[in-house]
T-cell receptor, first 115, second 114 residues
């Protein structure tokens, strides 16, 4: 148990559906992240929130929409996805301090399949 | 561009020692981290090196040479439960003093045979 919980663990959706991924952390961290993990590729950082403000958006398509209502919760809203969006979506959190290690704690991920 | 290179797969025997290498090319450098991920599981933090040298944590050690932009993870007395993917990641210093970015390698799948 890492202290970061993601739901659902598996999701199958059609290209016209709208769904949301949820992440919750119980570690008192001040930053939360969404990553996309595809086989044999580096983790792709999608979004970063610090103190509920979005600080990074790495050129992610608008069909992915993040939401961070408070420091413990993070959502990723999905709509009109493409088959190439099928991947494992990982949420992480960390305590970001100047000069610190920025150790990230991950959830187990949501395995997304887009048909 | 910024990149980290690590072998895609390494095979070793139970009880042996294995070394997983990571070379990096980034615009800045704050430290090198290692994470372990079992199939179907979450990546979990293993170690962090900010200065040159060897850091030891039980059966796992991590080494860094900043002058060579190189590090490795050393696993001793391998156990079957060590079968997993291992990722190196560099904490980068970006413009605007962002503390948030980690640049990731593609991961090394460690296969352990009895």
């Amino acid at each position: 148990e890492t202290g970061v919980t993601q739901t659902p663990r598996h999701l199958v959706m059609g290209m016209t559906n709208k769904k949301s991924l949820k992440c919750e952390q119980h570690l008192g961290h001040n930053a939360m992240y969404w990553y996309k993990q595809s086989a044999k590729k580096p983790l792709e950082l999608m979004f970063v929130y610090s103190l509920e403000e979005r600080v990074e958006n790495n050129s992610v398509p608008s069909r992915f929409s993040p939401e961070c209502p408070n420091s413990s919760h993070l959502f990723l809203h999905l709509h009109t996805l493409q088959p190439e969006d099928s991947a494992l979506y990982l949420c992480a959190s960390s305590l970001v301090l100047e000069g610190a290690k920025n150790i990230q704690y991950f959830g187990a991920g949501t395995r997304l399949s887009v048909l | 561009g910024q990149s980290l290179e690590q072998p895609s797969e390494v095979t070793a025997v139970e009880g042996a020692i294995v070394q997983i290498n990571c070379t990096y090319q980034t615009s800045g450098f704050y430290g090198l981290s290692w994470y372990q991920q079992h199939d179907g599981g979450a990546p979990t933090f293993l170690s962090y090196n900010a200065l040159d040298g060897l850091e030891e944590t039980g059966r796992f050690s991590s080494f860094l040479s900043r002058s060579d932009s190189y590090g490795y993870l050393l696993l001793q007395e391998l156990q079957m439960k060590d079968s997993a993917s291992y990722f190196c990641a560099v904490r980068d210093i970006r413009s605007g003093d962002s503390n948030y970015q980690l640049i990731w390698g593609a991961g090394t799948k460690l296969i352990i045979k009895p």
